[in-house]
């Protein structure tokens, strides 16, 4: 049972413009929310972060949003560039869970010319 | 340079021939974890360890043992592979086994192929 969803595989994007990557979940436990980027041949890394308390967190051009009742969250990246081309993964934490990590499945971002 | 460190890279090996990928960390960090990623199903966790001597199992613990006798060390013993064993693994680490502020830092992968 995927219990953290992104339901697109992948999106491409003109540089400059907006990327949305989206992510949905279905444990209502879970209480803090990131987003791990992941370039070929390297593991992920941590680009933000979001506390279910919050529903926006901004860091630079890279801006998460939660929907507590849909279950939903969203990062936004504006502008867009080349070098945001990656693979981003959703993940969410329960507290009663010892810290474990439950990630999606990933969307890759193509930030094209 | 604080890091995750992963061997080997990439590993090709047969059925039943057992193996070990090693995983450190230089940071002091307390939690570590080990993920697998395979495609459409991103990462699963298949073991963690909150300090030392105390591991327990993950998602997908099924054909793996790990150890943890040192802080900095994590290995993941496959002792008999399999091919359905074929994957992407990931080692992580974090400060601390607190939920909440868990921002894991991954090595750089070890890919492996069980023929």
């Known amino acids: 049972d995927q219990q953290v969803k992104q339901n697109s595989p992948s999106l491409s994007v003109q540089e400059g413009r907006i990327s949305i990557l989206n992510c949905d979940y279905t444990?209502?436990?879970?209480?803090?929310f990131l987003w791990y980027k992941k370039y070929p041949a390297e593991g992920p890394t941590f680009l933000i972060s979001?506390?279910?308390?919050?529903d926006k967190n901004e860091d630079g051009r890279f801006t998460v949003f939660l929907n507590k009742s849909a279950k939903h969250l969203s990062l936004h990246i504006v502008p867009s560039q080349p070098g945001d081309s990656a693979v981003y993964f959703c993940?969410?934490?329960?507290?009663?869970?010892?810290?474990?990590?439950?990630f999606g499945t990933g969307t890759r971002l193509q930030v094209t010319l | 340079e604080a890091q995750v460190t992963q061997n080997p890279r990439y590993l090709i090996t047969v059925t039943g021939k057992k193996l070990t990928v090693t995983c450190s960390q230089n940071?002091?960090?307390?939690?570590m974890s080990w993920y697998r990623q395979d495609p459409g199903l991103g990462l699963r966790q298949i073991y963690y360890?909150?300090?030392?001597?105390?591991?327990d199992k993950g998602d997908v613990p099924e054909g793996y043992k790990v150890s943890r006798k040192e802080k900095r060390n994590f290995p993941l013993i496959l002792e008999s592979p399999s091919p359905n064993q074929t994957s992407l693994y990931f080692c992580?680490?974090?400060?601390?086994?607190?939920?909440?502020?868990?921002?894991?830092?991954f090595g750089a992968g070890s890919r492996l192929t069980v023929l």
């Open positions: 444990n209502s436990m879970f209480d803090y």
């Open positions: 992580a680490s974090s400060l601390s086994a607190e939920s909440g502020a868990n921002v894991l830092t």
């Open positions: 979001i506390s279910s308390i919050k």
């Open positions: 940071m002091n960090h307390e939690y």
């Open positions: 993940a969410a934490s329960d507290p009663g869970t010892a810290s474990k990590l439950t």
């Open positions: 360890s909150m300090n030392v001597e105390v591991t």
